[in-house]
């Protein structure tokens, strides 16, 4: 009887030390399948090629396949709840901006998610400007002379969007400048883009991964860049400031994020290896050569930045004169 209870002893401290180190094993043994990195616009977008670039880099440090899964619509509401609701297993990564989580709540009535309490943060990844184009057959060559061309077509002025920032850039140029501009919405910045070149819409804003290939080849018209300075990235274009338009400073970050609940010790080794992919004189220069500003954070200062982001949107929606759709 003392044998058996004994041996029942040691099978119930055996069965306590295994589950106390069962969620380190399990960690450290992540990743042990593919993961997904989820985006809300489609191929060909900025924060899509960010992505690639990003997935490339994770698969070779991670020595797991990491794959880029688009699922555009709903202003990136769709990819959001997608991933809000999936397994925080850290087999489903969101790379997003500021559309899903800054914009969308003061943009539309009703959003399935929240992006503070649904995602755990786990890096920034930079920015990516944007910039004021046109359809080159236009004569349009500078910022001006769009203002003076609306001012003369009242109502013929179209501006296409893809997303948020597009969106409310396009609001506050023609409240600014007392411009009367068709808004023509998007599911993704390509589609707008290949409205512009062939003359359906007049202009748009683009970030410049988007849309820098285009602008060199001359199948659009860059005029400016819409943050407050010129961009180190395309020095030659002025900022909207210079060129007429004050107090116009608007710009697009990018970030990752996991769903919340993700074991913090993921987020951690995910943060590490972003970090020094991005720490990487290559990579960085890959990621200038496509039009993104690159940088990293740690997982509280993104926390900390989109609560911030999200009172600054309102804002700018607001001073823009845009009601929730």
Request: proline fraction near 6%; include cysteine; glycine fraction near 8%.
């Amino acid at each position: 009887m003392k044998t058996s209870l004994r041996g029942l002893a040691a099978a119930i401290v055996t069965c306590a030390v295994a589950l106390l180190l069962a969620p380190t094993a399990w960690a450290q043994a992540y990743p042990g399948k593919i993961i997904k990195l989820v985006v809300p616009f489609a191929a060909g977008s900025g924060t899509d090629a960010v992505a690639r670039i990003t997935a490339q880099n994770l698969t070779d440090a991670l020595g797991q396949q990491v794959i880029v899964d688009n699922k555009p619509g709903a202003n990136g509401a769709i990819a959001a709840e997608f991933v809000a609701r999936s397994a925080p297993d850290g087999y489903t990564l969101f790379m997003t901006t500021n559309t899903t989580h800054s914009a969308n709540p003061s943009l539309m009535k009703k959003i399935n998610y929240d992006p503070v309490k649904d995602f755990a943060p786990v890096s920034r990844m930079g920015n990516l400007p944007f910039m004021l184009v046109v359809n080159p057959e236009l004569p349009i060559k500078s910022v001006k002379d769009l203002i003076d061309y609306a001012r003369k077509n009242p109502g013929k002025v179209s501006y296409g969007t893809g997303n948020s920032t597009g969106i409310v850039a396009g609001a506050t140029f023609g409240l600014a400048n007392k411009i009367e501009l068709l808004h023509v919405s998007y599911k993704s910045t390509p589609p707008a883009m290949t409205d512009v070149m062939g003359g359906q819409v007049t202009m748009m804003f683009t970030d410049l991964a988007s849309g820098i290939g285009n602008v060199k080849a001359g199948r659009m018209r860059a005029l400016a860049v819409t943050t407050a300075k010129r961009s180190a990235l395309v020095p030659d274009l002025p900022s909207m400031e210079e060129a007429g338009v004050p107090n116009f400073d608007l710009n697009s970050w990018n970030g990752v994020f996991a769903p919340a609940g993700t074991p913090a010790d993921i987020i951690a080794r995910l943060n590490a290896e972003l970090v020094k992919i991005v720490a990487r004189p290559e990579v960085k220069d890959k990621l200038a050569q496509i039009g993104f500003d690159a940088f990293t954070s740690t997982p509280a200062e993104l926390d900390a930045f989109v609560r911030s982001e999200l009172v600054k949107w309102a804002k700018l929606v607001k001073d823009a004169g845009i009601e929730a759709e």
